[in-house]
Each structure stands twice: as structure tokens, then as C-alpha cells.
Nanobody, 122 residues
Framework: QVQLIESGGGLVQAGGSLRLSCAPS????????MGWFRQAPGKEREFVAA????????YYADSVKGRFTISRDNGKNSVYLQMSSPKPEDTATYFC???????????????WGQGTQVTVSS
């Protein structure tokens, strides 16, 4: 069983920066592909970014490409989402997810965290 715990959310000004962390616990974390998703009030959960188990490949939603960076440190058992130049429309609850497939769809991820709130002020 893999449990995911997100941290680092909070209030940030537009144009600032924020780094989210996800600390999975589980004996096979290094073999999981990891993703970040977000959900704004009244909207569906949407894909943000994904990173393959080795860290060699990443994938981003068009809305965050060039502004957000996903990374992982398997030695520290953590995955990160660096948010640069966030915009008010990035305000949402951000979820970390783990799965055996590398993709942008919710169904491709098996394990989910509880989420961390990010609010971007204008």
C-alpha cells in the first residue's frame, strides 16, 4: 500500500513561486510513475504534470508548461512541483498521485493524496 502526503501549499502572489512536495511511503515508491493533478471549486480534477519512475521523462499540461516543473528524488522518497509565475487561475487543491502507467488521465493512477490548497492572489 502506498500512502501519499502533500505539503507546501498556501497563499502566494501572482508572479511569485511555491514548491509543493509529496512524500509517498511504501516499499516500492521508486517503481511508481508520479503525477500532480488539481481541482478548483466547481470544476473537474485536471492533470498538471507527470514524471516517470526514473525521472528521465516528464509531461505537462499546456496550461502550466514553461511555468511549473515536476521533479523527484528517489533517494529522499519525494516528488516535487515547483510553481513559478503562478496565476490566479492556478488556484486549486493540488493532489499527488502514483501509478504504474505514465500519463495524464486520472484512471492511470492508483494512489492519491488528500491534497494541499494553493491560492494565488492577484
Amino acid at each position: 500500500q502506498v500512502q501519499l502526503i502533500e505539503s507546501g501549499g498556501g497563499l502566494v502572489q501572482a508572479g511569485g513561486s511555491l514548491r509543493l512536495s509529496c512524500a509517498p511511503s511504501g516499499r516500492t515508491f521508486n517503481l511508481y510513475n508520479m503525477g500532480w493533478f488539481r481541482q478548483a471549486p466547481g470544476k473537474e480534477r485536471e492533470f498538471v504534470a507527470a514524471i516517470i519512475w526514473s525521472g528521465d521523462s516528464t509531461y505537462y499540461a499546456d496550461s502550466v508548461k514553461g511555468r511549473f516543473t515536476i521533479s523527484r528524488d528517489n533517494g529522499k522518497n519525494s516528488v516535487y512541483l515547483q510553481m513559478s509565475s503562478p496565476k490566479p487561475e492556478d488556484t486549486a487543491t493540488y493532489f499527488c498521485a502514483a501509478g504504474s502507467r505514465f500519463g495524464r488521465h486520472i484512471y492511470e493512477y492508483t494512489y492519491w493524496g488528500q491534497g494541499t490548497q494553493v491560492t494565488v492572489s492577484s
